[in-house]
């Protein structure tokens, strides 16, 4: 049987752009995006998603292989599950996270299954539900979207959210980058499910995930939480874009003259790669991997060897240069603060999903592969749907009421020329990027970075809006270099080594951080120290 | 980066406009053209959605190699990762193919 379901109403737009009326507003298509607007959708709301890209290929799992935290229900299985990286993210998990995001994303992974996902069965014949390919999950996951009733803008990243006169979030506009006109849609609640920031690092599928979620976010208000866990740097082929952690788990990584690199691994020995790449060149290769693991990657990942097939390299038998991808907080565990089960942000009306909301309560400062990550996005997804959807449904804004426009950094008239949008990302990414600044922690270092960043964000709020086609750029611009002053005050702010975050000049944990650290402010930056666990269920229960 | 729409195979059904996340491609007349390289973060997955396997994606990242059109067909590298991940009719078996249980906590 097919269900009828109600689908936002599109509107006359005077501005000559496209403008629809809808009850959740879903930004962002890759999978805590699509799981949102389905479950939206199945709440009875009419939903609009908007993706910068094209829904089914935008994000970081799209081209990619990902683990799920696939665990079966039994009380045991569960149990170890969640105790198995509590200590590798320093305790800052959430056990009513960890049980309620395992619950969803077992129910979730099994209706894909009923969707037609072809999972692959084991030798004992049973279904194996604890890995997706990138591309079949996310042309799936489309389909779904669209067959749910919700409306897809293809192409049309958000510029700025829309805020009621009570400061509720009440839509969101941008552009359609292939009509070069506008769109905006009317909605009762809005998820952010954008992703996580990778400062256009190149690594895999990233290329679309610069923090656009978060400065909209800010700009209405919105705080993050865990902005210093966001350090992680990925392997990859020194000239290409695929990184696979797991894989490089067989590697064995050598200096130029063939000497190994004393501590390197893919796994607990990725600084030890940081600091001989800034030495020099580091190579590495597959070489602890046997016929059969060669098989079993070759059949399970077929876009890792794309780098290695297309350039006749045998990654098994031949060594070649690698570098470091910095991979921000795509597998990084900072984002968008929580302040319940539904994924609400701490702004009326606005949720958030995915990497673009904080995966602390499920990961603590730590995320290894995709597992925790893909888990977080069906999850989370699905709560931000369901709670966005109810909050739309019961709240009923008049479709009339008057909005404002809450966007600041590069669409606003100022004295200043417009920025080159190139120039300011290199400018951010050379803050980002650096080992000896994000990865190798210390005070100096980041005051130092911090100074200049804030002097780059006063350069972007005196300049001129931008135009068309640099707008898009210059937003991107614009949140990344808010995404690095979030990351770097909270990194300032953590005086101590946990998770990812690692401190030089701290480099032991502290008993007494065993808290989050709550960061937001655009013009001024501030952070604050909020309970682990117990507080933050007493506010829940609030 | 994307290097190549092959002219002989490009029926100009657009898709690879619609399903580059990143915006690459641009429609025209004719056949699509890659307008804005740079921007490619190859992701190889325009080769998956492209029915014709006119597309080659060159696995580097960085910098444009100046691939040459004959040379990528002859390699027979068109369409290879399509058929490799089980996107074509004969390979289609292999959209079940994944091992990687066998792997984790190896």
Same mark, same amino acid.
């Given at each position: 049987?097919?269900?009828?379901?109600?689908?936002?109403?599109?509107?006359?737009?005077?501005?000559?752009?496209?403008?629809?009326?809808?009850?959740?507003?879903? =930004?962002?298509?890759?999978?805590?995006?699509?799981?949102?607007?389905?479950?939206?959708?199945?709440?009875?709301?009419?939903?609009?998603?908007?993706?910068?890209?094209?829904?089914?290929?935008?994000?970081?799992?799209?081209?990619?292989?990902?683990?799920?935290?696939?665990?079966?229900?039994?009380?045991?299985?569960?149990? $170890?599950?969640?105790?198995?990286?509590?200590?590798?993210?320093?305790?800052?998990?959430?056990?009513?996270?960890?049980?309620?995001?395992?619950?969803?994303?077992?129910?979730?992974?099994?209706?894909?299954?009923?969707?037609?996902?072809?999972?692959?069965?084991?030798?004992?014949?049973?279904?194996?539900?604890?890995?997706?390919?990138?591309?079949?999950?996310?042309? =799936?996951?489309?389909?779904?979207?669209?067959?749910?009733?919700?409306?897809? =803008?293809?192409?049309?990243?958000?510029?700025?959210?829309?805020?009621?006169?009570?400061?509720?979030?009440?839509?969101?506009?941008?552009?359609?980058?292939?009509?070069?006109?506008?769109?905006?849609?009317?909605?009762? @609640?809005?998820?952010?499910?954008?992703?996580?920031?990778?400062?256009?690092?190149?690594?895999?599928?990233?290329?679309?995930?610069?923090?656009?979620?978060?400065?909209?976010?800010?700009?209405?208000?919105?705080?993050?939480?865990?902005?210093?866990?966001?350090?992680?740097?990925?392997?990859?082929?020194?000239?290409?874009?695929?990184?696979?952690?797991?894989?490089?788990?067989? #590697?064995?990584?050598?200096?130029?003259?063939?000497?190994?690199?004393?501590?390197?691994?893919?796994?607990?020995?990725?600084?030890?790669?940081?600091?001989?790449?800034?030495?020099?060149?580091?190579?590495?290769?597959?070489?602890?991997?046997?016929?059969?693991?060669?098989?079993?990657?070759?059949?399970?990942?077929?876009?890792?060897?794309?780098?290695?097939?297309?350039?006749?390299?045998?990654?098994?038998?031949?060594?070649?240069?690698?570098?470091?991808? +910095?991979?921000?907080?795509?597998?990084?565990?900072?984002?968008?603060?929580?302040?319940?089960?539904?994924?609400?942000?701490?702004?009326?009306?606005?949720?958030?999903?995915?990497?673009?909301?904080?995966?602390?309560?499920?990961?603590?400062?730590?995320?290894?592969?995709?597992?925790?990550?893909?888990?977080?996005?069906?999850?989370?997804?699905?709560?931000?749907?369901?709670?966005?959807?109810?909050?739309? +449904?019961?709240?009923?804004?008049?479709?009339?009421?008057?909005?404002?426009? #809450?966007?600041?950094?590069?669409?606003?008239? @100022?004295?200043?020329?417009?920025?080159?949008?190139?120039?300011?990302?290199? @400018?951010?990414?050379?803050?980002?990027?650096?080992?000896?600044?994000?990865?190798?922690?210390?005070?100096?270092?980041?005051?130092?970075?911090?100074?200049?960043?804030?002097?780059?964000?006063?350069?972007?709020?005196?300049?001129?809006? $931008?135009?068309?086609?640099?707008?898009?750029?210059?937003?991107?611009?614009? $949140?990344? +270099?808010?995404?690095?002053?979030?990351?770097?005050?909270?990194?300032?702010?953590?005086?101590?080594?946990?998770?990812?975050?690692?401190?030089?000049?701290?480099?032991?944990?502290? @008993?007494?951080?065993?808290?989050?650290?709550?960061?937001?402010?655009?013009?001024?930056?501030?952070?604050?120290?909020?309970?682990?666990?117990?507080?933050?269920?007493?506010?829940?229960?609030? | 980066?994307?290097?190549?729409?092959?002219?002989?195979? /490009?029926?100009?059904?657009?898709? /690879?406009?619609?399903? /580059?996340?990143?915006?690459?491609?641009?429609?025209?007349?004719?056949?699509?053209?890659?307008?804005?390289?740079?921007?490619?973060?190859? /992701?190889?997955?325009?080769?998956?959605?492209?029915?014709?396997?006119?597309?080659?994606?060159?696995?580097?990242?960085?910098?444009?190699?100046?691939?040459?059109?004959?040379?990528?067909?002859?390699?027979?590298?068109?369409?290879?990762?399509?058929?490799?991940?089980?996107?074509?009719?004969?390979?289609?078996?292999?959209?079940?193919?994944?091992?990687?249980?066998?792997?984790?906590?190896?």
């Amino acid at each position: 049987m097919v269900a009828i379901r109600p689908r936002a109403e599109r509107r006359n737009d005077s501005n000559g752009g496209v403008a629809f009326e809808a009850d959740v507003l879903v =930004l962002g298509g890759g999978p805590a995006g699509t799981w949102a607007a389905i479950s939206a959708a199945e709440r009875g709301a009419r939903v609009v998603l908007a993706d910068k890209g094209f829904c089914g290929t935008s994000g970081a799992t799209a081209p990619s292989g990902t683990g799920v935290w696939y665990v079966d229900p039994a009380p045991a299985q569960r149990e $170890a599950a969640m105790a198995s990286r509590e200590a590798a993210g320093g305790y800052l998990q959430s056990r009513h996270w960890m049980a309620r995001v395992l619950d969803e994303t077992y129910a979730q992974s099994n209706r894909l299954a009923e969707w037609g996902y072809p999972y692959p069965a084991g030798d004992d014949g049973q279904p194996r539900r604890n890995s997706l390919q990138g591309p079949e999950y996310m042309r =799936l996951m489309r389909k779904r979207t669209k067959s749910a009733g919700v409306t897809i =803008l293809d192409h049309s990243p958000a510029l700025e959210l829309l805020v009621d006169d009570s400061g509720a979030v009440a839509g969101a506009s941008g552009v359609r980058r292939q009509h070069e006109d506008s769109w905006t849609v009317r909605a009762g @609640a809005v998820v952010v499910a954008t992703g996580g920031c990778a400062f256009l690092s190149k690594t895999l599928g990233s290329n679309g995930l610069t923090g656009d979620g978060y400065l909209m976010a800010a700009e209405a208000g919105a705080e993050f939480s865990g902005m210093e866990f966001s350090n992680a740097y990925a392997i990859s082929a020194a000239f290409g874009s695929v990184t696979k952690t797991l894989f490089f788990g067989w #590697a064995t990584f050598t200096y130029e003259d063939g000497s190994v690199v004393p501590g390197a691994a893919s796994k607990g020995g990725r600084k030890a790669i940081a600091r001989a790449l800034s030495q020099g060149p580091v190579y590495a290769q597959l070489d602890k991997a046997d016929e059969q693991v060669r098989a079993t990657m070759r059949a399970s990942q077929p876009n890792f060897f794309l780098p290695y097939d297309r350039t006749g390299i045998d990654p098994f038998t031949e060594r070649f240069p690698i570098t470091l991808r +910095l991979e921000g907080t795509i597998r990084g565990t900072g984002g968008l603060r929580i302040t319940d089960d539904s994924c609400a942000t701490t702004v009326p009306g606005l949720f958030a999903a995915g990497d673009a909301a904080t995966r602390e309560l499920i990961c603590g400062g730590f995320t290894g592969g995709g597992s925790h990550n893909a888990a977080w996005a069906i999850s989370s997804g699905s709560f931000a749907g369901r709670g966005a959807a109810d909050y739309a +449904l019961q709240t009923k804004r008049a479709p009339d009421t008057s909005v404002r426009r #809450a966007g600041t950094a590069g669409l606003q008239a @100022a004295p200043q020329r417009a920025l080159d949008p190139a120039q300011l990302a290199r @400018a951010v990414q050379d803050e980002a990027y650096p080992y000896e600044i994000n990865y190798f922690r210390n005070a100096d270092r980041l005051t130092a970075s911090l100074g200049r960043l804030d002097q780059l964000w006063r350069d972007v709020t005196d300049a001129d809006a $931008a135009a068309w086609p640099d707008l898009i750029r210059t937003r991107e611009g614009a $949140a990344m +270099l808010a995404t690095a002053r979030w990351m770097y005050r909270s990194a300032l702010a953590r005086t101590e080594s946990r998770g990812m975050h690692w401190r030089e000049d701290h480099p032991q944990p502290d @008993a007494r951080q065993r808290h989050y650290v709550t960061s937001g402010g655009l013009d001024e930056v501030w952070t604050a120290a909020r309970p682990h666990d117990e507080g933050a269920l007493v506010e829940a229960a609030e | 980066m994307i290097e190549i729409i092959d002219p002989e195979r /490009c029926t100009a059904c657009n898709i /690879c406009v619609t399903a /580059c996340p990143t915006n690459v491609f641009d429609k025209t007349e004719g056949l699509p053209v890659i307008a804005r390289q740079a921007d490619c973060q190859t /992701c190889f997955l325009c080769e998956l959605y492209c029915p014709e396997d006119a597309l080659f994606v060159s696995p580097f990242a960085e910098q444009p190699q100046g691939i040459d059109v004959v040379a990528a067909r002859q390699s027979g590298l068109l369409g290879s990762y399509r058929r490799a991940v089980g996107w074509t009719e004969e390979t289609e078996h292999l959209r079940e193919a994944d091992r990687s249980f066998r792997l984790f906590g190896q």
